[in-house]
């Protein structure tokens, strides 16, 4: 159960965030952490690395803006990459874009090809973008994407800004989150406690692996058929942890004051920005998040409660 601090924490700034004006978010913090100064100071925290991460993706350097107006550098259904030609966007997040593709040899199949976006490409963009690579490839679940292959952006003329852009090729996973599947074909609560059972598993196979998932959540459990059976598939390890190994060579570490995943399944210490570390249990947390969402269509606290 969470603690009242805890909830005033959330509470405070869900309410803070809608508050646009600088006066009218200062006035209502004033008043919302009277007395308590501390309380105050990490409300402000999160606010202000959410207020940079807002401005970080909405306002690209000037080069690469400049640069991205170019449309002969952007991806579009066509471009070939490797052995792989692009056919429609499917999927797009802060620091890359995913796009089915179809592989071209030795062997023809639809595939998803996942690649950072231009201008993205920071080294710790590259780092978190390579950690997921791995982690993926370290696993082998009927329940988590594969990794199919992995490369680099061919380099071209000097100044072409899709040269040496990493990017890697997973199995296409076609369906819908597991909640909207769920509720769409109207499941009995034996059959959703079957669908999440097979996630837990999948979760437990990565636990196995050394890899802590951080942002397990309905969009990231997707639902597809097998023989005509449903089959769930965790994706999006972007955030992943390795627990006993490196993922990648390349730096990667969490900024501090800075939230790692999604507030309305994180566990309490995943929230928190302590200096303890998070292990497997955080993911057992956002597993019973989403079990109690499953079971119930909503969320163990909602937008309202925590306003």
């Known amino acids: 159960m969470m603690s009242p601090e805890r909830n005033d924490i959330e ?26 100064p501390a309380l105050r100071a990490r409300v402000e925290a999160l606010l202000t690395a959410h207020d940079r991460a807002g401005q970080f993706l909405e306002t690209p350097p000037p ?8 449309e002969a550098v952007i991806e579009q259904p066509g471009t070939v990459i490797g052995r792989y030609k692009l056919l429609e966007k499917i999927g797009e997040g802060g620091m890359a874009v995913v796009y089915m593709a179809e592989q071209q040899e030795p062997i023809r199949r639809k595939v998803a090809l996942k690649i ?7 080294r710790q963009v590259i780092a978190r973008f390579e950690a997921e690579r791995q982690a993926l490839a370290l696993m082998d679940h009927p329940s988590i994407a594969k990794v199919l292959d992995a490369g680099a952006t061919e380099t071209g003329s000097s100044g ?23 509720d769409k074909n109207n499941l009995s609560t034996k059959d959703r406690l079957g669908l999440f059972l097979q996630v837990c ?32 598939k965790v994706i999006d390890f972007g955030i992943a942890k390795a627990t006993n190994q490196k993922l990648t060579e390349k730096t990667l570490f969490t900024r501090y004051a800075h ?39 909503t969320t163990p606290f909602s937008e309202e409660e925590l306003r």
Do not use: W
């Open 11 to 36: 509470s405070i700034y869900s309410e803070a965030q809608s508050r646009t004006g600088e006066a009218e978010r200062s006035a209502y913090l004033e008043s919302a952490c009277a007395g308590h």
């Open 63 to 70: 080069f690469v803006e400049a640069r991205v107006l170019d």
């Open 116 to 122: 950072i976006k231009l201008g993205m490409d920071t």
């Open 160 to 182: 072409d800004l899709r040269a040496g852009r990493p990017y890697f090729v997973m199995e296409l996973v076609t369906g819908v989150s597991i909640t909207e599947y769920c």
């Open 201 to 232: 598993h999948a979760v437990q196979h990565a636990h196995q692996k050394g890899i802590i998932h951080r942002d397990i959540k309905p969009s990231n459990v997707m639902v597809t058929h097998h023989d005509g059976k449903p089959v769930p």
């Open 259 to 297: 939230i790692v995943g999604t507030p309305a399944y994180m566990s309490p210490e995943q929230a928190e920005l302590s200096d303890l570390d998070i292990d497997t249990r955080s993911d057992i947390y956002s597993l019973g998040v989403l079990l109690y969402e499953l079971l119930t269509g």
